[in-house]
């Protein structure tokens, strides 16, 4: 993030809380909200919320996307530790999806090495 303008570090974080906090993909986040006629900005209104492709989540192995929460009727949910990623490339948002899923498989590695 060395040079980054203000905007990109901002974006980044932005897209990392947004993954660690519905529990998905950015990208996959704003196609299941939109086929619900949901919004970012107006079902979850929060400063840091975006579904700007590029962030992804980092949960344990083999956990299914029931088991770490989401978005839906019931609101957010947190059952699981999960933790939101993103990579700045400097190029689009779906290159810098594609980047991040790589670091993503790095680090879930090695914070559960045995799954």
Sequence with gaps: MDGA??????????KCWTAAQLGDNTKAS???????????G???????????PGGVVI????T???EIGGFGKQGVSMERGQIGACAAGGR??????GIAKVGAKAIQKLIWPEG
Aim: aromatic share 12%.
């Design 92 to 97: 689009w948002s779906m290159e810098d999806e």
């Design 42 to 52: 107006g079902d979850f209104q929060h400063p840091y919320a975006t579904t700007v």
């Design 59 to 62: 949960v344990p192995p083999g």
């Design 64 to 66: 299914e996307r029931e």
């Design 5 to 14: 303008s203000d905007f990109l570090r901002e974006m980044v974080f932005r």
């Design 30 to 40: 704003r196609d299941a909200m939109r086929s619900e006629g949901m919004t970012i």
